[in-house]
C-alpha cells in the first residue's frame, strides 16, 4: 500500500544551488508520467546514453509509469522541479531501488543537460540517503560509465567513503551512506557556498528594477529610488510605474517585462494584493533576487498569511531568493556598489559592522544611532517576515564577506533555532556575533507537568542557545551598540585585569563598582608601577586603581600613565575616563591617548568615557584607528565584561558530543513503544518500574523501586530490599508527592511500612484525592550525598531543553538551575555543572565532602543520548539524584517521564 501523499511531504525540501538559485525537491508522483516523458524528451543522446548505459530513442508512456509508480519503499525516487504551472517541469530526477540484500540499494540520477553542473544531483544524492537509512538502507551501489567523470565526482565529493572497481568500461562504485562527521563537514561547506552565492545578489546587484517607484515625494516609492539614486549607486536602476514615463529625471517602464536588459534584483513596493503578480513577472523576467517591502501578508492574520505562502511558493518555483515581506530593504556601504535600497534618509558612514533588523520601524533607528555614533556598517539589511532569507542565510554570508568583522542582530523571533544555534556556534569562532532578544519576559505556552517544564521558558531556551554559541547577548540597544564598537575597533582582551585611568574619582569608582560586578578585576598596582607614576604626578593623585591624576592633569600627565599601565603584563585593558574641568583640554587629552594607545592597538583593549555634552572628541579616531567612547562610566565596564567573556568562550575548547559506550537504544526504545501500545492516549507517563528500566539501559544507577498494592505487598517489598525504606504514593496525576504527604522516609520495621502505607490513603483521603491514588513504590534509601535536579523538556521551537540544578522539593523557589539546548557537548556538560550559583557545595565548600561532580557530567552526556534515541521523551525529572562522593556516583532516587507519541 503506498503512503498517503501527506506522508511523503517530510522528503520535500527547497535547495540552494551552486549558482545561489534554488530548486524544489519532492519525491515522484504516479501523475507525473506526462512531466518524465516531456525531460527525457528534452535529453541529449549522450545524457540518455550515460544514464541507461545506451541510446534510447523513444520511450512509451507505459515504461515511464514503470518509473512513475514505485512503493516508496524498495523503490524511491526524488524529482527536482522548476518553474510555475502549468510551466512546471521535472529537471533532474534521483533513485534507489533495493537490492536482493534488504540493507543495500542501487541508486541512479538523470539531469537534464541546461541544468547539469549546478549541484542538482548532490542534492538529490543527500536527500535520498536520508531517506534511505530510514528505510534500513546502509549501502549505495551504482554502475557508472568510465566516461561520465562527473557522476565518479559527485561520489567521491560528497564525503563518503567511496570504493570504485573498473570492468569493461563500466565503474562498480559501492559505499556506505552513514552520515559521518565527514559528511556533515562537506554538507555544511556546500551549504555555506550555495548560500553566500544566492545572498550576493542582494549586495551587489548591478541591475536594479524599482516596481512601484513614485514621483512622489515623502511615499515610499519615491523615497527609496531617490535613496538608490542620490547615495551613487554604481550600477544601473530602473523605475517601474505604469502611469507615468519618467521618475527622478530616468525613463520609466509600465513593467519589468518591458525593461529591455537582464535585471539582477527587483524591489517591490505595490499594494499587497497586487505582490503576486509582479513576483510571478520577476519570475518570468529572470530576476535572481527580489524584496518585498510592501506590508499586508502574514503579519496582518490569516488572509495576509495565505497571501505569504503564494508569493513564496511561486518565489521557489521560479528559483528565486526574495527578502521580506515587509521589511525596509538593504543597504551595502561598500564605495563600488554604494546601495541604499531602504526608504531611511540616513546611509551610515562606511564600516566593518553588518546588521540585521527583524523590525523595520527599529531598523529606520538603528541606522540613525549608528550614524549618530560613527559607527560604519558594511551592510543593512531587514528582514521582516523572514518568509525566505533568514538570518541563517545571511550570517552564512558575513561569515565570508572580507568586510564584515563584528555582525548584530536585532530578533524577534527564530525561524529555526538548531540551524542558528549550529551556524552562530561556527561563525562565532572567528567572527563576533551579538545579538539583541525582544521577547524575554514572555513565559513559554506549555502546561507545567514537571519541575523541568515549569522553569523552562522560551527565553531560558534562547539564552542557553546563546550561551552554547558563543552569541553576545544584550539587553539593551544602548549595550549592542557600546559592545559593536568596541569589538569593531578594539582587540579581544587576554584576561579581565582592569586599570582605570581618570581625572575625577566619583565616576573612577562607579566604574570600579561596575567592573567588580560584572565579573571584571581592578587589582591594585604593584609598587614598581606607584613609583613610576609618582615621579611625575602630585602628592594628591591617587594610586590604588583607580588612578586619579586629580582635576589638573596635564594631556601629558594622561599619556605618561597610559603608557606605564598599557605596558604592564597584569593589565589586560584600560578605561580612560576624562570629565572637562574649568580650564578645559579634552581634544588634547584625546590626541596624546590615541597616540599612546596606538602603540598597543593589537595587544590591549583601550576604552574611553568623555564626559561632556559635546559628546567624544574626533581625535579618539583618527589614523584608521579607533578609541571607543561610552556615555557613562558603567557603560564601559560592561562593554568590557561581555568582550571577555566572548573572549574567555574562543579560547575554551569546543567540545564534542561524546560516543558513550554501552548504552542500550533498542532496549530504551522497546520500553518506550511497549507503554505507549498500552495506552491510546497523547502523552502518558511512564511507570516507575519502566523509568528503572529504562535509566538502566542508558548505564544510570536508580534506587531500587517496587510498585504495591497494600501494606502487606509493601511490608514484603521492604523486607526484601532491607531496611530502611521509603515510602511513597504512586500516582500518574499528583506531580508532586510531598506536596499531599505521599512520601515517607527512613522507615525502619515491616509494621512501619505498612502504617506509612495506610497514613498515605487518610491523608489523600482527607484530601478528596483518594481516588488518584494507584498503589504506592517502596525504595531503597540511598544514604549521604547532596541532592542535585537533572530534566528535560521539549521546547516547541528549540528541541530538547536539558536542566541541572541543586534538587529536592525547593527547586522551583530557589531556582538555581542552569538550560542547555541538546545535544551536550563534554565541554557543555561541564559548564553546566559549573554554571549554577551552589557549584561551590559540590565542590567542598567550607569543608564539606566534594561531590563526585564527573559522574555528574556523565548523567548529563547520558540523559542527552537517551533523548537522541528515544524522541518520545517529552519531560523528564530526575529529582532528587543523589550525588555520592568522589569515585561513588550518583544515584537517581525519584525519577518522572512524561512520554509523547511521535508522528
Not at 593623585?541 to 605596558?567: C, K, M, V
Not at 579634552?586 to 590626541?591: G, I, N, S, Y
Not at 515517607?744 to 487518610?762: D, H, K, N, P, W
Not at 568522589?886 to 517521564?897: H, K, L, M, Q, Y
Request: glycine share 8%; proline share 5%.
Amino acid at each position: 500500500m503506498q503512503p498517503r501523499i501527506r506522508d511523503l511531504r517530510r522528503y520535500e525540501a527547497d535547495v540552494v544551488l551552486k549558482d545561489g538559485s534554488k530548486v524544489h525537491l519532492r519525491p515522484i508522483r504516479a501523475d507525473d508520467t506526462d512531466a518524465w516523458l516531456f525531460l527525457f524528451s528534452r535529453l541529449s543522446p549522450r545524457t540518455i546514453y550515460l544514464r541507461f548505459h545506451h541510446v534510447i530513442a523513444e520511450v512509451t508512456k507505459a515504461e515511464a509509469e514503470t518509473y512513475t509508480n514505485i512503493d516508496y519503499e524498495n523503490n524511491f525516487a526524488l524529482v527536482a522541479i522548476l518553474g510555475e504551472p502549468p510551466d512546471q517541469r521535472i529537471i533532474a530526477i534521483g533513485r534507489f531501488a533495493r537490492l536482493a540484500n534488504p540493507e543495500r540499494a542501487e541508486v541512479a540520477f538523470l539531469v537534464e543537460d541546461s541544468h547539469q553542473g549546478r549541484g542538482i544531483s548532490t542534492h538529490l544524492l543527500e536527500h535520498l540517503a536520508i531517506a534511505a537509512r530510514e528505510k534500513g538502507i546502509r549501502v549505495f551501489e551504482a554502475e557508472v560509465l568510465a566516461e561520465n567523470r562527473e557522476m565518479r565526482e559527485v561520489f567521491h565529493d560528497f564525503g563518503f567513503i567511496v570504493d570504485a572497481k573498473y570492468a569493461e568500461g563500466t565503474f562498480h562504485v559501492v559505499f556506505p551512506i552513514e552520515h559521518t562527521e565527514v559528511v556533515e563537514e562537506k554538507t555544511a561547506q556546500r551549504e555555506l557556498v550555495a548560500t553566500t552565492v544566492s545572498v550576493r545578489v542582494f549586495f551587489h546587484p548591478e541591475r536594479i528594477a524599482v516596481v512601484g517607484a513614485s514621483r512622489h515625494r515623502g511615499t515610499i516609492g519615491a523615497e527609496l529610488f531617490n535613496n538608490i539614486l542620490s547615495t551613487g549607486f554604481k550600477g544601473v536602476a530602473y523605475p517601474v510605474n505604469p502611469t507615468t514615463n519618467a521618475v527622478g529625471a530616468v525613463r520609466a517602464y509600465a513593467s519589468i517585462l518591458d525593461i529591455p536588459d537582464e535585471i539582477d534584483l527587483a524591489i517591490i513596493i505595490v499594494p499587497a494584493e497586487q505582490v503576486l503578480d509582479v513576483v510571478d513577472q520577476c519570475g518570468r523576467k529572470g530576476v535572481r533576487g527580489i524584496v518585498v517591502i510592501s506590508a499586508g501578508f502574514k503579519e496582518t492574520g490569516p488572509e495576509g498569511a495565505e497571501r505569504e505562502a503564494a508569493i513564496l511558493t511561486k518565489v521557489r518555483n521560479y528559483g528565486m531568493r526574495m527578502l521580506g515581506p515587509n521589511c525596509m530593504g538593504v543597504i551595502n556601504t561598500d564605495p563600488e556598489v554604494g546601495l541604499n535600497a531602504t526608504f531611511s534618509p540616513v546611509f551610515p558612514p562606511r564600516g566593518n559592522v553588518a546588521l540585521l533588523s527583524q523590525s523595520g520601524a527599529l531598523g529606520l533607528a538603528l541606522l540613525d544611532y549608528a550614524r549618530d555614533l560613527n559607527l560604519g556598517l558594511s551592510t543593512f539589511v531587514s528582514v521582516g517576515n523572514k518568509a525566505d532569507v533568514s538570518g541563517n542565510d545571511l550570517i552564512q554570508y558575513w561569515e565570508q564577506d572580507p568586510d564584515t568583522d563584528v555582525i548584530l542582530l536585532y530578533l524577534e523571533s527564530f525561524g529555526n533555532p538548531r540551524k542558528f544555534a549550529r551556524l552562530a556556534r561556527r561563525v562565532s569562532g572567528t567572527k563576533p556575533v551579538l545579538a539583541l532578544k525582544s521577547g524575554r519576559s514572555a513565559a513559554g505556552s506549555r502546561a507545567a507537568t514537571s519541575h523541568t517544564g515549569a522553569l523552562a521558558s522560551l527565553d531560558v531556551a534562547a539564552e542557553a542557545l546563546f550561551r552554547q554559541a558563543g552569541v553576545i547577548r544584550m539587553d539593551t540597544l544602548e549595550q549592542l551598540f557600546d559592545v559593536a564598537n568596541l569589538l569593531a575597533h578594539q582587540p579581544l582582551p587576554q584576561g579581565r585585569n582592569v586599570a582605570i585611568l581618570t581625572n575625577s574619582g566619583g565616576p573612577a569608582i562607579l566604574a570600579a563598582d561596575a567592573c567588580e560586578a560584572y565579573g571584571l578585576h581592578v587589582p591594585a598596582l604593584r609598587e614598581e608601577v606607584k613609583a613610576a607614576l609618582r615621579g611625575f604626578l602630585p602628592a594628591a593623585a591617587g594610586l590604588a586603581n583607580p588612578i586619579d591624576l586629580i582635576a589638573s592633569a596635564t594631556p601629558e600627565d594622561f599619556s605618561r600613565a597610559l603608557r606605564i599601565l598599557l605596558e604592564q603584563d597584569d593589565v589586560d585593558a584600560v578605561i580612560v575616563i576624562y570629565i572637562a574641568p574649568i580650564v578645559s583640554m579634552p581634544q588634547e587629552v584625546a590626541r596624546e591617548v590615541h597616540q599612546v594607545a596606538l602603540d598597543f592597538k593589537d595587544r590591549k583593549s583601550v576604552l574611553a568615557c568623555f564626559m561632556s555634552s559635546g559628546g567624544p572628541p574626533r581625535e579618539l579616531a583618527t589614523n584608521g584607528y579607533v578609541i571607543p567612547s561610552l556615555a557613562f562610566p558603567e557603560a564601559t565596564a560592561i562593554a568590557l565584561s561581555r568582550a571577555c567573556d566572548y573572549a574567555d568562550w574562543r579560547r575554551r575548547p569546543k567540545g564534542a558530543v561524546p560516543k558513550i559506550p554501552g548504552l542500550q537504544p533498542e532496549k530504551g526504545q522497546a520500553i518506550v513503544q511497549r507503554t505507549l501500545a498500552g495506552d491510546k492516549a497523547t502523552r502518558t507517563w511512564l511507570p516507575t518500574e519502566a523509568c528503572a528500566e529504562l535509566l538502566d539501559a542508558y548505564g544510570i544507577r536508580s534506587a531500587g523501586v517496587r510498585l504495591v498494592g497494600t501494606g502487606d505487598e509493601a511490608a514484603a517489598a521492604a523486607k526484601a530490599f532491607g531496611f530502611p525504606v521509603a515510602l511513597k504514593l504512586a500516582s500518574s496525576t499528583i506531580v508532586h508527592k510531598t506536596d499531599v504527604g505521599g512520601v515517607i522516609l527512613g522507615l525502619q520495621s515491616e509494621e512501619a511500612v505498612r502504617e506509612a502505607f495506610e497514613t498515605i490513603r487518610q491523608r489523600l483521603r482527607a484530601a478528596g484525592r483518594l481516588d488518584e491514588l494507584e498503589g504506592a513504590i517502596v525504595q531503597e534509601m540511598v544514604p549521604g550525598g547532596g541532592e542535585v535536579i537533572v530534566g528535560l523538556t521539549q521546547d516547541p521551537s528549540f528541541g530538547p531543553l536539558l536542566m541541572f540544578g541543586l534538587g529536592g522539593i525547593q527547586v522551583e523557589l530557589i531556582k538555581d538551575v542552569a538550560f542547555r539546548i541538546h545535544p551536550l557537548t563534554d565541554v557543555d556538560a561541564r559548564d553546566m555543572v559549573r554554571s549554577i550559583k551552589g557549584y561551590p557545595l559540590l565542590n567542598g565548600w567550607r569543608g564539606s565532602s566534594p561531590a563526585d561532580v564527573e559522574a555528574l557530567e556523565q548523567l548529563l552526556l547520558r540523559v542527552s543520548a537517551m533523548v537522541e534515541d528515544i524522541p518520545e521523551i517529552a519531560e523528564m525529572d530526575l529529582n532528587p539524584v543523589k550525588v555520592l562522593s568522589p569515585g561513588e556516583g550518583c544515584c537517581v532516587v525519584d525519577a518522572r517521564i512524561l512520554l509523547q507519541r511521535v508522528e
